[in-house]
């Protein structure tokens, strides 16, 4: 097999605290390959910059200016960490053999890239990086994300216990995962669907090396209930289940209530009639929003807009070599 090329992808968003570190120890990783012959010296970081409102930009263009390893996207307009990843992955699959993708924040060990490539040059085409110890998250970021794993793998989507995007994967698998032409990204579920040869590698979470999460509990949530929704129709399914069961409770109710008239009992139980007006009521609503929450899947499905719109890339030696061939 010919060295690999190798492309660390970070998406950066409001980064400048983390970005020398970030950048120095990625330079210290992909060096090392390189002098181990593990990947071939071309390869590169490419940092995508997502909109960020700080100096984020500045610092790229700065580096790519002194090191050699430093390669820039820069997306016009905040596009979400998912779009900004996927708009780093589709550029660097155009001149790499295998792709990392990785948070600017350190949380993620630097130091497992090697084995992530130690298994791509055993012939994994995707290598997922799992949280061993995550001790360095919060209790409630830990519980809630627990609960989700659980609650996507009972509804039957697949997607890696305690795996967020640090993963490695091939050319190939990259060029499988663009013709998925979906909007609502939530790239941990799209990549186990694509199906090639996968491993997992183990590592301890840390805790982030500077600056404030980009994930608060709104975009977090968010991101989960896009996740469910656009990777499983049991709630939708649920919903008309609890409907028709309340359906057939009403007709029992209903037959009841009719007895109990012609038998000449007292109207009593307006209370219990309030209420289940309202039950029923919210019930509907709740059904509904559901419902327009898959409506709204499909309008914006059905509007094909990019995903991204790049403003600027500053390139690396493997780029420009690919362009004079
Ligand atoms: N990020 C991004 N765009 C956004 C939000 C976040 O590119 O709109 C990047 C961010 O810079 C980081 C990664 O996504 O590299 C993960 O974000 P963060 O570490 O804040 O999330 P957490 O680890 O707290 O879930
Ligand atoms: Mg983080």
């Not at 992909?30 to 990947?39: N, P, R």
């Not at 979470?205 to 996740?227: Q, T, V």
Request: charged content about 20%; proline content about 2%.
């Amino acid at each position: 097999m010919a060295t690999p090329i190798l492309t660390i992808v970070v998406p950066c968003y409001n980064e400048e605290e983390v970005l020398p570190e970030t950048v120095f120890r990625l330079s210290g990783v992909l060096d090392a390959l390189i002098s181990d012959k593990l990947v071939a010296s071309t390869s590169t970081m490419l940092l995508v910059d997502d909109g960020s409102k700080d100096a984020t930009w500045s610092l790229i263009e700065r580096f790519h200016a002194s090191n050699t390893f430093v390669t820039g996207l820069k997306l016009a307009r905040n596009a979400g960490h998912q779009s900004a990843l996927l708009a780093g992955l589709m550029q660097a699959k155009t001149y790499s053999d295998c792709v990392v993708s990785i948070d600017a924040d350190l949380q993620d060990d630097t130091d497992a890239i090697r084995e992530f490539v130690v298994k791509f040059r055993e012939g994994y085409d995707i290598v997922y990086g799992i949280r061993q110890d995550r001790s360095a998250d919060t209790f409630f970021k830990r519980a809630t994300a627990q609960g989700f794993y659980k609650m996507m793998t009972s509804l039957g989507v697949k997607i890696h216990y305690n795996h967020a995007d640090f993963r490695l994967m091939s050319k190939r698998t990259l060029d499988n995962l663009e013709k998925f032409q979906e909007v609502n990204l939530f790239l941990r579920g799209m990549v186990p669907l694509l199906g090639f040869p996968s491993t997992q590698v183990y590592y301890d979470r840390k805790e982030r090396f500077a600056g404030e999460s980009k994930y608060p509990l709104r975009k977090m949530l968010a991101f989960a209930f896009d996740g469910i929704t656009s990777f499983s129709v049991t709630p939708i399914r649920f919903v008309t289940l609890m409907g028709f069961v309340l359906f057939l409770l009403s007709v029992v109710a209903g037959v009841y209530a009719i007895i109990g008239k012609l038998l000449g009992a007292n109207v009593t139980g307006w209370t219990s009639l309030v209420l289940s007006v309202w039950f029923i009521g919210g019930v509907q609503l709740l059904a509904l929003g559901l419902i327009g929450e898959y409506i709204g899947k499909i309008y914006k499905e059905v509007k094909q807009r990019p995903l991204f719109v790049i403003e600027k890339a500053l390139k690396g030696s493997a780029q420009e070599q690919d362009e004079i061939q």
